[in-house]
Structure formats: structure tokens, C-alpha cells
């Protein structure tokens, strides 16, 4: 039962703090990097589309984000191999894991569960980023079709949609990457859960917040 709320009692900070960070984008269109980085990449579609020619930065760049997230989903299906690895061995290490836990349950059917909710996580992150892979591939063909060609099919519009949704697949990739450390930490108990999903959430906070756009203004010699 402990282990049941210290689940629950994680899943509801994480969801507070993405809550929170929605109500100050209504103050604030540009408060979060990820929301300056949509400006951004309407910008960069509409400007690579205009330009009539294919360029060498555009090509760059989106080979830059394949690399990327092939990199991420070949390292999700690592951890997720080695996730499964530990049903195999949870009778050699569920002592350790039993050292640190005061309230939890220390049942095998209580580890199993503890396993079924990691192997899940990289799971996820492993669809995230292969379907972020998906959308930067289609990119690659949309901004290479200038808009003078006339082609209503592809727009600038539609390539900034595909391009921003790769975004928000390689960022829910890279957060179900964080939340597998409170889940790992829940193989000691669910205190341990708890506090790593707080250290977590203070951690994201100055991450995900856009920097100042004040710039300093240059000596006068």
C-alpha cells in the first residue's frame, strides 16, 4: 500500500509541475525553452522554404536530430534489455534492494510490479524517439520543396507541424528518461521514490525555464 501511494504520490508531483509550467506559458507565451523552441523551428521551416534552394545547414541540422534520437532510442532499448535482465537476477539482488527499505513491501510480486513500471518507462521512450525519427525524416523531404512551387500539400505550415510534433517526441523521450530514476529508486523503497521525484522536479525547473532575454549592451571604447 506504501508503495502504491509513493507511485501515485510521483506521478501527481510530475503532472503538478508540468501544470504549473502550462499556467505560466498563459503569462508568458515565450516562459519554457521548449515554447521558444517552437517559435524557433516556425521560424527556421518558413525561412528554409522561402529560400527556393536546398541548404547545407537545413540538410545539417536535421541529420543532427536523426543522429540524436537514433542515439536515444538505441540507448532506451539497451536499458530496456537491461531492465529485464534484473527479472532473471531479483532473488541475487532483492537483499540489496531490502537493505534500504523501512515501509515498502519486499514480496516478489511487489518487485515484479517495480520492474513492469521500468521496462514500461523505456518502452516509452523507445516509441518516443523512433516516432520523433519518423517525423524528422518527413521533414527532410518538406523543406526541400520551396514555396513557389506551389505545391498546397506542402506548406510551410505543415512542415512546421510535423517538425514541432519530432520536438515533442524527443522531449517526452527524454522525460520518460528522468522518471526512470525515481522508478529506479523505488526498488529501495518508496520514500527513495519520493524524494528522487522532488530532486527531479527542482533539477527540470531551471532546465526548462527560457533564459532571459536581456542582453547586455557592449563596452563603448
Known amino acids: 500500500m506504501v508503495d502504491l501511494i509513493a507511485l501515485l504520490t510521483s506521478i ?6 508540468h501544470y504549473f509550467l502550462r499556467l505560466k506559458l498563459r503569462q508568458n507565451p515565450l516562459y519554457t525553452v521548449h515554447a521558444v523552441n517552437v517559435a524557433a523551428r516556425s521560424t527556421w521551416v518558413a525561412a528554409i522554404m ?18 540524436a534520437s537514433s542515439f536515444m532510442a538505441s540507448t532506451a532499448i539497451l536499458l530496456l534489455i537491461g531492465a529485464l535482465s534484473l527479472t532473471g537476477s531479483s532473488d541475487h539482488s532483492s537483499s540489496l534492494w531490502h537493505a ?4 515498502g513491501a519486499t514480496t516478489e510480486e511487489i518487485i515484479a510490479w517495480k520492474l513492469v513500471w521500468l521496462v514500461l518507462d523505456f518502452f516509452i521512450a523507445f516509441f518516443c524517439f523512433s516516432m520523433a525519427i519518423r517525423f524528422y525524416n518527413h521533414v527532410g523531404y ?27 517526441f524527443y522531449l517526452l523521450g527524454i522525460r520518460s528518461f528522468f522518471y ?3 522508478l529506479v529508486f523505488w526498488m529501495f523503497g518508496p520514500y527513495f521514490m519520493i524524494v528522487a521525484t522532488l530532486v527531479l522536479i527542482a533539477g527540470l525547473y531551471p532546465l526548462d525555464r527560457a533564459p532571459s532575454a536581456k542582453i547586455d549592451r557592449p563596452l563603448v571604447r
Open 12 to 17: 501527481t508531483a510530475i503532472a503538478g509541475y
Open 180 to 182: 526512470s530514476v525515481p
Open 50 to 67: 522561402a529560400s527556393g534552394k536546398s541548404d547545407v545547414l537545413a540538410v545539417q541540422t536535421l541529420r543532427n536530430s536523426v543522429m
Open 142 to 168: 518538406m523543406v526541400s520543396v520551396p514555396t513557389l512551387a506551389g505545391q498546397d500539400a506542402v506548406s510551410p505550415a505543415l512542415a512546421t507541424a510535423y517538425l514541432n510534433r519530432a520536438g515533442l
Open 100 to 103: 534500504l527499505n523501512m515501509s
